[in-house]
């Protein structure tokens, strides 16, 4: 085996694993602390991806679409202003969901919930359809990816833009982790996630830091698309595998466990690139079929995966 | 099902052919057979209790299947759609071995998961699929020969006709199983699967044998697919085909077969006017929200939404009273 080559393929795959990652901790978070799988997750991502674009390229109709024209600043936004803006509506949008759509059902079924976020995947993927077309937009790199703009290492190239976007996925977590042990609010983010009952008993207002959790989660799904869009073209359905590859991730990790999630990704990251490299019948094409096995061996062999909370039923 | 609505759909199905062009009626016979999709759905979820997003998936293994038995194979056609929806059935009970164990949100990821994976899938086996760009199929279903006419149009009313036959057929039938021992064991299962076992019922069996039917009735749309329009391309089996499915049978009301119904016709008369309001101009901004309406996924989403809200058990169950459920 070719080690050199390998070992390169590791590297590309590292980028992938960043991506995610994220998204893997954006389900986590909301997992974690209302039992829900966000099957939105990954449009409510490429929406604000769209924003950023619109944020990138100032008033240019064209480029823009009909929707939200009318509300494209006059100066194109530098790419990290373009992406703290969109960051910034993710959150917001993702505190709205829960608000308006998510907490109103509090005592439904599960049904219920998994229907809301279904309507939000369609009615979202549509809307980005018709405002900015379903064709493929070029979104503008956010480190520097071009050729030669890498480390060598052991006659393997490090990607610039791979290190940038590892710094990035740590800087943010090192915020999260501060975050849920510091501040007030973490610890009561904490506490909903262990039990709602049990922190409205000692007065945690159990409805909004839910929605602190669900801007935080949409907050790294933004960050997850915006990262990505450049090296997967921005379109529609661009989130779509990526979704696939993210639960796979967080399920490998604990559907309930940040840490398996950030291990999950980076799992599952390699293994989409080094599967289809070493089996000749995946191809890159399929490489999402072996993410969907993994998801479903966990699924029936350990369903609580590698970090997260084994789930005691009683009958 | 009330009668009055089953006399009414009865009396409009029976007028299409004398009133409607021959686009009409290809256009009528494909909503009718998107009753069996629909249905699929409402067996595996609304009395199986199974969430599945990925019903476009054994739509699309019907309509491979039945390509290939009707072209490859050469059989008959009334013999390739029944092997078709079959090799759906079989696909379904393989779906479904993993549901034994997996359940609620978690089968629901699982089965979207498959809505997506199954394009980049059936490009790889180009022999039964033509691969990206699809293949066209070579045998024909044209009318016997007691058929007063074999003009397009008699041809086109034939394969209607012949879709309402079959349509009808798969309701009378699901409607049976789901009055029968085990349709009984489905409920039991879906609002208390640890109180079904103890009771007798077998859970393995019962959660295969209702994933088998669900997909089969969904195969048996894909087959009739392909008498319709005899070409086969993974194109039609996005994820979101699955999903607007899915929010069809959640819309019409699960857990009763008139639910899958009305859910069809409510999608149906949406999507006309839909299309209208989008052909309307001169709105100005309001225009550009009106184009929406004709994006079905958009006003299935946004129906999903409103529907959950108002009529948490579907288009059937408004009007009724609520049971009380856990």
Redesign the interface.
């Given at each position: 085996m070719d080690l050199v080559l390998l070992l390169q393929r590791i590297f590309d795959a590292l980028f992938n694993s960043a991506i995610y990652s994220s998204l893997a901790l954006a389900l986590v978070i909301i997992f974690r602390s209302t039992?829900?799988?966000n099957?939105a997750q990954g449009e409510m991502a490429t929406f604000t991806a769209y924003i950023a674009f619109v944020l990138l390229s100032g008033p240019q109709p064209r480029l823009t679409g009909?929707?939200l024209a009318g509300l494209v600043p006059g100066v194109p936004f530098p790419i990290p202003l373009a992406i703290i803006g969109a960051v910034v509506c993710g959150m917001v949008g993702g505190a709205v969901t829960e608000r308006a759509?998510i907490r109103?059902?509090e005592r439904?079924?599960?049904?219920?919930l998994?229907?809301?976020t279904?309507?939000?995947?369609?009615?979202?993927?549509?809307?980005m359809?018709?405002w900015w077309g379903t064709g493929p937009r070029v979104f503008p790199a956010v480190f520097p990816s071009g050729a030669g703009q890498n480390f060598t290492i052991l006659g393997a190239r490090l990607r610039y833009s791979t290190i940038g976007v590892w710094a990035v996925l740590l800087a943010v977590l090192v915020l999260l982790i501060l975050l849920l042990r510091q501040t007030r609010t973490g610890l009561a983010f904490r506490a909903v996630s262990i039990s709602h009952a049990n922190a409205e008993l000692v007065g945690v207002r159990v409805g909004t830091t839910l929605m602190y959790g669900w801007a935080l989660a949409s907050g790294f799904g933004a960050l997850a698309a915006c990262l990505s869009a450049n090296s997967v073209l921005l379109e529609p359905n661009m989130m779509?595998?990526v979704?696939?590859y993210a639960?796979?991730a967080a399920?490998l990790g604990g559907l309930d466990s940040p840490k398996g999630a950030l291990i999950g990704g980076l799992i599952i990251g390699l293994s989409q690139t080094l599967i289809p490299a070493y089996v000749p019948f995946i191809?890159f094409?399929?490489s999402?079929?072996p993410?969907?096995l993994a998801?479903?061996a966990i699924?029936?062999v350990r369903?609580a995966g590698l970090y997260g909370t084994k789930r005691i039923e009683r009958? | 099902m009330g009668l009055g609505g089953a006399a009414l759909i009865a009396v409009v199905l029976a007028v299409v052919p004398f009133v409607a062009s021959i686009t009409g009626v290809r256009q009528a016979s494909q909503i009718v057979i998107g009753v069996l999709a629909v249905l699929g759905v409402n067996v595996a979820?609304g009395y199986g209790g199974m969430?599945s997003?990925g019903h476009g998936v054994f739509i699309g293994v019907g309509a491979f299947a039945t390509g290939y038995y009707v072209d490859g194979l050469a059989l008959p056609w009334l013999l390739a759609i029944a092997l078709g929806s079959a090799t759906a059935a079989l696909a379904g009970a393989l779906v479904g071995l993993?549901a034994l164990?997996?359940k609620?949100?978690?089968l629901?990821?699982?089965t979207?998961?498959?809505a997506?994976?199954f394009q980049?899938?059936s490009?790889?086996f180009p022999r039964f699929t033509g691969g990206v760009s699809g293949s066209g199929i070579d045998a024909e279903f044209v009318s016997p020969s007691w058929w007063p006419s074999d003009t397009r149009m008699a041809t086109a009313v034939y394969r209607y006709l012949f879709c309402i036959v079959v349509v009808g057929l798969a309701l009378w039938a699901t409607w049976n199983l789901v009055n029968s021992r085990l349709g009984r064991a489905m409920r039991a299962i879906r609002d208390n699967d640890?109180a079904a076992a103890v009771y007798g019922v077998d859970l393995i069996s019962a959660r295969l044998q209702t994933f088998a039917v669900s997909a089969g009735l969904a195969g048996l749309c894909g087959a009739l697919q392909v008498v319709l329009v005899p070409f086969v391309s993974q194109e039609k089996f996005t994820?979101?085909a699955s999903?607007?499915i899915?929010?069809t049978a959640?819309i019409g009301g699960l857990g009763t077969i008139w639910g899958s119904v009305l859910g069809v016709i409510a999608s149906t008369i949406v999507g006309k006017v839909g299309q209208a309001a989008a052909g309307a101009d001169g709105f100005g901004p309001i225009g550009?929200f009106l184009?929406?309406l004709d994006?079905?996924?958009?006003v299935?989403?946004?129906?999903?939404?409103l529907?959950?809200?108002l009529f948490?058990r579907g288009l059937a169950g408004i009007g009724r009273r609520n049971q009380v459920?856990s």
């Open positions: 039992g829900l799988l099957f009909g929707g759509l109103p059902l439904a079924p599960d049904l219920a998994v229907n809301i279904i309507g939000v995947l369609l009615a979202t993927n549509s809307l359809g018709q779509l595998r979704l696939v639960f796979a399920t191809g094409e399929l999402v079929l993410a969907l998801m479903v699924l029936l369903p009958v | 979820t969430i997003l993993p164990r997996i609620g949100i978690h629901a990821l699982v979207l998961g498959l997506i994976v980049p899938l490009k790889r640890t994820p979101q999903l607007v899915y929010a959640v550009e184009d929406l994006e079905s996924a958009f299935f989403g946004v129906g999903l939404i529907l959950t809200f948490p459920t």
